[in-house]
């Protein structure tokens, strides 16, 4: 028996245990309805006074980061009950007397909030493609376009969340309420300190990216474009 | 296959003192450890489980303090605990493959095991059930059944009856009758009839001290000559229980008929009964707390 299988039976119970809640339901609705809102407009992501067109690129970008800054935030309370679960639902003292290390245990747990994450922003890219036929400026759909920004964007940002979701339940002060506020101010942080530094090395969402990249793009085709700068 | 249990303490915070001294040689055979609520038991099943540090004192396991070294336990260990969860959106068969991962059993290994036990406590057609919707019997079953994936070498069942209606219960003490062989099993109880049909040895825990520890027929040798029926007028009983042990009574048409244990046969028409385990239990008890109301005064 390998330590990669008793990881993997973790992660799978885990997950089972959570998308089979109602809540797991709720959450993921909350990330569709935030998906709509910004191929509907209400979300937008500007560039100086422009904005980009709906094609895959751009809706891709736009919904990666909504998984990467409201999922962030969202997802992390969502899945930052892992370990409590088993305390709560006493399967943790079965466990306790089996012989899996304590790293083999969390790491499982870390792979489930993964893949729980993850899932969400699986569901949200294939929404990309409704979206942006829905909004039918460009019915021309390029998967890697549209899919690239969530492989290279949300998923990773999911891990860092996923793997600081464990961090906060293993260490008892974090553990509870005291916890769920450090955790949204650090994201505030997250967020927002890029924007105050004006420095792409804090970029944990990575809208720096995704504005980069679309003027890039945008200065191919017109020269105007050079001098805008990233705002929401 | 030896578990020594060495002058081992517990004391919890605000200086409650759950276990005080308990000294334990076992080999191969069913333990049934006794003692009313709050006695410790519950305490020295989870050191034993390898769940909880003591105080002071150890626990060997072939030589080997669990303490330090666990994994040797943990790997033959099979332990189901009094207030055991499980995970309430999983069905049987998928709480039991993901335990049987953590335990390290191999996957094939763990499907036929899983299938067997599952026959074992009766569940075949639940199997695909949300664990959610078990009755608490039901639950329990999957409790013994985790607790037996590994085919474990030391198995410690705390108040595994708790919750099983009557035929669960004969059928769970046939299979620790079956299991009991080349392996120790620790039976935790406050029930006297779940270990008498089954223990190789019974020990009495009262208070965290372990008064007795003994074969069945020591202990039961120890109230020998010293059990008596009486027949009272239902009025006349909480006089009898004021003066004697009474360890149980029955209603019948010419009076209750009560089981009573004391060193001389009561006033009236006693007549000597052979011994029960749950007269020895009691006495033991009765003889604990006027040993230690001795000590108060």
């Not at chain 2, 105080?55 to 994994?71: F, K, Q, T, Y």
């Not at chain 2, 040895?201 to 208070?207: F, M």
Request: proline residues 5%.
């Amino acid at each position: 028996m390998t330590r990669a299988t008793a990881v993997s039976a973790i992660a799978r119970a885990d997950f089972l245990e959570r998308v089979r809640r109602y809540s797991f339901l709720f959450t993921l609705g909350f990330a569709l309805y935030l998906g709509y809102l910004a191929t509907a407009g209400k979300l937008m992501l500007r560039l100086g006074y422009m904005r980009g067109i709906f094609n895959s690129a751009w809706t891709g970008g736009l919904l990666s980061l909504v998984a990467s800054s409201f999922i962030s935030l969202a997802g992390f309370y969502f899945v930052k009950n892992t370990i409590q679960r088993d305390r709560d639902t006493r399967v943790g003292q079965i466990i306790a007397a089996t012989p899996i290390s304590r790293f083999t245990y969390v790491l499982g747990k870390m792979i489930s909030n993964l893949t729980v994450l993850g899932l969400m922003v699986v569901i949200l890219a294939a929404s990309g493609i409704a979206m942006q036929l829905v909004r039918g400026e460009d019915r021309h759909i390029e998967f890697w376009k549209l899919f690239a920004p969530f492989l290279l964007l949300a998923l990773p940002a999911m891990a860092v969340v996923a793997a600081v979701a464990v961090f906060f339940e293993a260490i008892p002060l974090l553990r509870g309420g005291f916890g769920n506020i450090v955790y949204f101010f650090v994201w505030g942080m997250g967020i927002s300190l890029p924007f105050a530094a004006g420095t792409h090395t804090l970029d944990l969402s990575g809208m720096f990216v995704v504005a980069d990249s679309a003027r890039n793009a945008a200065q191919l085709r017109c020269r105007t474009a050079a001098s805008l700068s990233p705002w929401i | 296959m030896r578990l020594l249990v060495e002058n081992l303490s517990k004391e919890y915070r605000g200086n409650v003192r759950a276990l005080s001294e308990v000294h334990l040689a076992l080999g191969p055979g069913v333990l049934g450890l006794l003692g009313p609520n709050g006695a410790g038991k519950s305490t020295l099943m989870r050191i034993l489980g390898t769940i909880t540090q003591p105080s002071s004192g150890r626990v060997l396991w072939n030589d080997s303090e669990i303490a330090r070294h666990p994994d040797p336990l943990r790997a033959v260990l099979g332990y189901l605990p009094q207030d055991f969860g499980v995970y309430p959106n999983l069905n049987a068969l998928e709480f039991l493959e993901y335990l049987a991962a953590v335990k390290g059993i191999p996957a094939r290994a763990a499907r036929n095991r899983i299938r067997e036990l599952l026959e074992l406590v009766n569940l075949t057609d639940a199997i695909k059930r949300p664990l959610g919707g078990y009755s608490g019997g039901m639950r329990q079953r999957i409790g013994i059944a985790q607790a037996l994936l590994n085919d474990p070498q030391l198995l410690i069942v705390d108040e595994p009856t708790a919750g099983l209606d009557p035929e669960e219960r004969v059928r769970f003490r046939n299979l620790l009758s079956e299991l009991s062989g080349e392996r120790i099993i620790i039976l935790s109880t406050h029930i006297v009839s779940d270990v008498e049909a089954v223990a190789t040895s019974i020990a009495i825990l009262v208070h965290g001290q372990l008064i007795a520890h003994d074969l069945p027929e020591a202990l039961l040798a120890s109230v020998s000559g010293k059990v008596w029926e009486v027949v009272v007028p239902s009025a006349e009983l909480p006089a009898l229980r004021q003066k004697h042990l009474v360890s149980s009574t029955a209603h019948r048409s010419d009076g209750v008929h009560a089981r009573v244990v004391a060193d001389a046969a009561p006033e009236g028409a006693a007549r000597p009964l052979d011994p029960s385990l749950e007269d020895a239990y009691l006495s033991a008890l009765t003889r604990q707390r006027s040993t230690a109301n001795g000590a108060l005064a």
